[in-house]
C-alpha cells in the first residue's frame, strides 16, 4: 500500500466531519481557505469564523501564554458559532491524530444530564505550581485545555459569559497575571463547579510538554515491528491523540536534529522524549507527502 492510499483510508467514508475555523488575521484565513481547496477532501464541510472583533475585546487579560488572549476565544465559543451547533469538539492545533476522531466524539454519550464540559486530565507537574497562586485550596494537576468536548446547547443555558470574565477578573486581581491563560480560568471554573465536568480519558491528550510526565499516562506507540524487537506480542495502551504543547514546535527542528534511533529497546513505555521525538517523525512523514494524496 502506498503513501497515499494509508492516508486516505484514514479519511472516513460514513460522515461528514465539520470544522469551524477560528480566524484572527485576514492572511491565515487566505492561506487556511487555499488548503482547504486545493485537498478536496471528500466528506468534509469547513467554516471560517472572522474573530478579529472579539480577540480586540479580550485584550484587557494579561497573559504569559505564547498566544496572549486568543486561547480564551475557546470560552467565547457560545458567542462565536451559531446557536444551531449543539456540541463541539476544540482542539489545539498542535495536535495529531492516531485514530478517527468519531471515538472521542462518541464521549458525549457518556455526559450525564449536567455535564457539559469534556476534559483530560493535565500531566505536566509544573501546573500544580500553577494554580495555588490562584486558590487557595487547590490540590492536585488540574485539567489541560488542549482538548475539550463542549456541550454549547447546556453552556447556553448558564451565564457562562458572565461566569468566565468575573473569575478572569479576580485572577487577575490575585496576581496581574494568567501563567496558562485561558486554562487558568477554565480549571477555576472546574474546581468551583466540579458537576458539570466530564473527564476525557487520558489518552485523549497526550502532551510532550517540556517536563510532562509520561506515568501519567503510560502509553507506547509502537507499531507491531518495534513491539516484536521488545519481544512483546500484545500492544500496551496506545495514544489516541498527541498534543505536541512544547515551545519548540517540529518545524523549529532541523531534519538532523532527531536521531533516527531515538526509542530505548529496552521499554515498552516511551518517555516523554521518545513520544516528542516520535511525534517529529510522524509529522515529518506526512508533510512530505505529495498534495495529490489529498485531492
Known sequence: MNDCQTVMNNVSTTY????????????????????????????????????????????????????GAKPFLKLMLTEILPTNINKVIVLDNDILLNIDIIELWNHFENFNQIQSIGIGLEQNPHFQDVMPKLESNWE????????????????????????????????????????????????????????????????????????????RCPVSWLTYTELKKRNYSTIFKQPKLIHINHLIKPNDILLNEIPIEYIDYLDI???????????????????????????
Open 16 to 67: 461528514t466531519t465539520v470544522f469551524h475555523f477560528l480566524i484572527t488575521s485576514i492572511s491565515s484565513n487566505s492561506q487556511l481557505l487555499n488548503l482547504m481547496n486545493t485537498w478536496k477532501l471528500h466528506n468534509m464541510e469547513y467554516h471560517f469564523y472572522n474573530c478579529s472583533n472579539y480577540l480586540a475585546n479580550l485584550q484587557w487579560i494579561s497573559s504569559k501564554h505564547p498566544a
Open 140 to 215: 492536585g494537576y488540574g485539567y489541560n485545555n488542549g482538548v475539550l468536548l463542549f456541550d454549547l446547547s447546556k453552556i447556553r443555558l448558564t451565564l457562562w459569559n458572565e461566569l468566565w470574565i468575573v473569575i478572569t477578573r479576580n485572577a487577575l486581581d490575585t496576581q496581574g497575571y494568567l501563567t496558562t491563560g485561558e486554562q487558568d480560568i477554565l480549571n477555576l471554573i472546574l474546581f468551583e463547579f466540579k458537576y458539570i465536568l466530564y473527564e476525557i480519558p487520558c489518552e485523549w491528550n497526550i502532551q510532550l510538554s517540556e517536563g510532562s510526565d509520561e506515568q
Open 269 to 295: 513505555i516511551l518517555k516523554q522524549y521518545e513520544l516528542y521525538g516520535k511525534f517529529v517523525s510522524v509529522y515529518r512523514q506526512y508533510t512530505q507527502l505529495h498534495e495529490s494524496c489529498f485531492q
